[in-house]
């Protein structure tokens, strides 16, 4: 099964499935276009991008609502000083404790504050 996502102005409107064979049977990118071919003889129109269940390729699983740069899918800033990573997650400017604690992030203090469990 491979999955598509309709993308208007940088964001995701729509996303559908659409069977292997409908795009050729092949692996991305060979699959896109055959797959998009497909996608408008059933009448759908605009830009549909193929996207990877297993992030496989352009970042994240396309989703409704999430964005599109050119490069990959990925979701809306979480905080304003967290940085857009190349594989579409986001990252914060300090990196997260390893000792299995429960934090939150604090975007005014550019901190990660802890949390009772």
Request: glycine share 14%; aromatic share 14%; charged share 15%.
């Amino acid at each position: 099964m491979a999955h598509f996502a309709k993308v208007e102005s940088g964001k995701v409107v729509n996303c559908i499935h659409v069977q292997d064979s409908d795009c050729g049977g092949g692996e991305f990118p060979s699959s896109e276009s055959v797959g998009q071919s497909f996608i408008a003889s059933l009448g759908f129109d605009g830009e549909w991008l193929q996207t990877s269940y297993t992030n496989g390729f352009r970042g994240q699983f396309a989703g409704v609502g999430m964005n599109w740069n050119g490069s990959v899918f990925y979701p809306d800033q979480p905080y304003s000083s967290w940085v857009l990573q190349a594989d579409g997650s986001w990252a914060s400017p300090v990196e997260a404790p390893t000792d299995g604690g429960n934090y939150v992030w604090n975007d005014e203090t550019g901190e990660r504050v802890s949390q009772p469990s």
